[in-house]
């Protein structure tokens, strides 16, 4: 088994904040990941290339991407069971672009708080594989 560390960071528009657990333990299991969004009217007016979240009305977002807060979370936490099956696809869909995909088998493995695959080769060999997604906490390694 391969387990691998895969950095999330927020997309334009998005702030990940740390809300510890009980007794402010650093990275405790109930701790949340709260997604907050932020103000692009600079970029919008600089680039044009986005509307933000925050001044524009909904029905005029209807035609970009939706907000991180739209898909990933429950209310305005990042939700890990979400996240990991959005994940899933995304390594899914990237398979068919791998020149091995031919050669190798990729099976999705049931899994409610990683991205967990499995390669198979012709030869019946496998190879199991977990993705952890993470996430930076201010501008330290955690």
Known sequence: IYCLLVPLNPP???AFHLELGTKGERLARNSCLHVELQCMCTREWMLGDVLCFLHHPEHEL???DPSLLDTLCCGSYLDVWKTAKWFQ???AEAWGAVSQAAQ???TMLPSTRFCKFMLTSASNESLSIELMLRVKQDHSDT
């Open 12 to 14: 334009p528009g998005h």
């Open 62 to 64: 209807k035609n970009q």
């Open 89 to 91: 696809e995304l390594v």
């Open 104 to 106: 190798l088998q990729l």
